[in-house]
């Protein structure tokens, strides 16, 4: 296997892989997100109540921390230390279109308060934080396209804050309940030092997102 | 040295004027956008909004040079940012201009009501952001900053971390949200929203308003001191505790204020304005984190009841509001207030102030858990 | 009642995306929030447009949900009671 540097997990809706090792699954689309959280989460039913978006970045974050081997909540330093930073293209469109449902017709108008929460894509780092109980930064940009140079010169400028150590940081889109695309990673200050280097990486795991 | 970032120009466009002047002249009077309705769309549970007129959108651009096909949240970000932009006198076409776009929902109204001769793919907040970067000519790549009703000031931070890589001389940063039936029905549907003006702080506040407002402030990088107002520091926090009620510690907005408590000079500090949305949860929560940061004495001032929560505008419009109050020696009165409501009795007024000082810090907190604070200081 | 009792377990494990509950798991006298179901804020909101939707019922203020979401019996009981659909 190729040396990447960075631990890295890519998900899309028929491919899941974990440092360039391809998880073996059955199903597909938001099924396929089910699976990988009974098969290898399992304790955190909230799971459930999530939408497309953050149940993807989720389950990424998830096997990535299991893939290093992170423990769950770590010192007080830790956690005031780790920020969260995701970007996406379509942000929360899939919530958005979910809950526009519930209030386009006049004769069925029942806004849904737990589709409407979701209507915010930095949502997804909430959840993220809650399950690790990570008190740092959390932020979700939102970019045209996934772009690796914008990307990594974001990150970088993150760590300009006095706490921050290490950065949880990826990309989330998702336009359609089985519809999604994920990767995450994580990233330590010294990745940052070249941020033409970080780019580069970046686009290795882009690609394999792709494959 | 770490190279100073000001804020050279700025603008807010909102039911109360077109610009910060106008704008800080009439809260300074106490008026309020803030009116009351009773249905809108499929909506037919009353609510009360400020909301800017759509013809002195659309008389402000005609004036401003604003052609084209946009939609009303890409001419609010429009008419609010060419002003900041011809103030400050840079060209925004320069590569060395970072554009920073903060909304929450953007074209979301689009999802229910297309426009003709608008692509479907508005509704992305890069796209629309794009739009804006074209009418100046800026050949960026689009960024929008996305974290809820936190977003504000957390694009105000990004740009001042962009500003200090040295990859760019100015930051246009730009910050709105329109008022549709998606946003007002969700709100209503947490039972978040007052039918009445909204009471921040107040023992008898009854929940939130919404608000559109478009605000802009254009900052620059300098390896020197001038005289202005500097963005000294910021920080953003997550409660980790819960996606949309706020932490019972409050646990994120006291780490914000404790990170830019540190470059603070506590003499200095004329006011916190805070985000008091007058919701039951939100106001305890934030009487909590100042206490526990020691902030109970300083005084604590909230805009909602001038403008409503204006989402995305929220943390730039309320900051520029913040340097007009400051150099006015002013504690602006915090609409809607009378008597205690939260544990903490924090130094909240219904009147207005004076105050000494030249720095404040602008507090805001929202769904997903998120938290953010700057600090502001003027510089003689 | 006992009919009514089944639809609505059934309905509050649909809307709340209770994935892995049986509508036998949910005992009819047990706190539907705190320990338990962990249900929380959100799920009381939805809990409320689910009265509405399916029973007509509409529930202005937040708080009343507290003593209606007391339990099952107590749920379905108010639901009998005001039901207007």
């Known amino acids: ?211 | 040295m770490a190279r100073v970032i000001r804020c050279i120009a700025d603008n807010v466009v909102s039911p109360l004027g077109t610009t910060s002047r106008a704008n800080y002249d009439k809260v300074r009077a106490g008026e309020s956008g803030l009116a009351r309705y009773e249905s809108m769309g499929n909506i037919s549970t009353p609510f009360v909004l400020s909301r800017v007129d759509r013809a002195v959108i659309d008389g402000l651009c005609a004036e401003l040079g604003i052609q084209g096909n946009y939609t009303f949240f890409e001419k609010f970000l429009l008419c609010s940012s060419v002003q900041a932009v011809r103030d400050a006198g840079i060209d925004a076409s320069s590569d060395r201009v970072l554009f920073i776009i903060s909304t929450t929902k953007g074209n979301v109204s689009l999802l229910g009501q297309p426009q003709e001769g608008v692509a479907d793919e508005r509704v992305l907040l890069a796209k629309a952001a794009r739009e804006v970067m074209q009418f100046y000519g800026n050949p960026g790549k689009p960024i929008v900053v996305c974290n809820a009703c936190i977003s504000g000031v957390c694009a105000q931070i990004e740009a001042m971390r962009a500003l200090r890589s040295g990859r760019y001389d100015y930051a246009v940063v730009i910050g709105a949200d329109e008022q549709s039936p998606f946003i007002i029905s969700g709100f209503l549907s947490f039972k978040a929203i007052s039918d009445e003006p909204c009471r921040p702080f107040d023992k008898d506040r009854k929940g939130l308003n919404l608000g559109e407002c478009a605000a802009t402030v254009v900052l620059e990088a300098s390896d020197n001191k001038k005289s202005g107002w500097e963005l000294v520091c910021g920080a953003i926090r997550n409660d980790a505790n819960h996606i949309s009620g706020p932490s019972r510690t409050g646990e994120g907005s006291y780490l914000c204020l404790m990170e830019v408590l540190k470059e603070c000079r506590r003499s200095e500090l004329a006011f916190v304005n805070v985000h008091g949305t007058a919701t039951a949860y939100n106001d305890e929560m934030e009487s909590i984190a100042l206490y526990r940061a020691g902030l109970i004495d300083v005084p604590v001032t909230g805009l909602k009841g001038y403008y409503g929560h204006t989402m995305g505008a929220a943390g730039i419009m309320e900051s520029i509001l913040s340097m007009y109050a400051v150099r006015d020696n002013t504690v602006l009165a915090t609409r809607g207030y009378s008597e205690q409501g939260t544990t903490y009795p924090v130094s909240v007024s219904g009147k207005t102030r004076e105050c000494k000082g030249s720095e404040f810090i602008k507090l805001l907190s929202g769904f997903g858990g998120s938290n953010a604070a700057l600090l502001y200081r003027f510089v003689e | 009642m006992e009919e009514l009792i089944l639809k609505l377990k059934q309905e509050i494990i649909e809307v709340l995306n209770l994935e892995d509950v049986k509508p036998e798991d949910i005992d009819n006298d047990a706190p539907l929030f705190g320990e338990g179901l962990g249900l929380d804020s959100i799920d009381a909101l939805e809990l409320i447009v689910l009265m509405e939707k399916n029973y007509g019922i509409k529930l202005q203020d937040p708080a009343k949900g507290k003593e209606i979401f007391k339990s099952i019996n107590v749920m379905a009981d108010f639901i009998q009671k005001n039901r207007t659909r």
């Open chain 1, 1 to 211: 296997m190729e040396s990447r540097g960075l631990d890295f997990v890519v998900l899309n809706q028929g491919f899941v892989s974990v440092n360039g090792r391809v998880l073996e699954h059955e199903a597909e689309g938001n099924a396929l997100l089910s699976e990988l959280y009974r098969g290898h989460i399992g304790d955190w039913p909230k799971f459930f109540k999530m939408d497309t978006l953050s149940k993807a970045g989720f389950v990424a974050t998830e096997l990535l921390l299991k893939e290093i081997g992170e423990p769950r909540c770590g010192s007080e330093e830790f956690i005031r230390s780790r920020a969260i930073v995701l970007f996406g293209s379509t942000a929360s469109l899939c919530a958005d279109r979910n809950y526009q449902e519930t209030i386009q017709d006049k004769d069925n108008y029942y806004p849904s308060p737990a589709l409407f929460v979701y209507t915010l894509p930095n949502i997804v780092t909430g959840e993220i934080a809650i399950r690790n109980h990570w008190r740092g930064e959390s932020s979700f940009y939102v970019l045209e396209t996934p772009d690796v140079e914008q990307m990594a010169f974001h990150l970088a400028c993150a760590f300009q804050d006095n706490d921050t150590e290490s950065i949880l940081a990826g990309w989330v889109d998702s336009t359609m309940n089985d519809d999604f695309q994920a990767f995450m990673t994580v990233i330590r200050k010294e990745d940052v030092a070249d941020v033409d280097r970080l780019a580069a990486q970046l686009q290795l795991i882009i690609n394999d997102l792709n494959n």
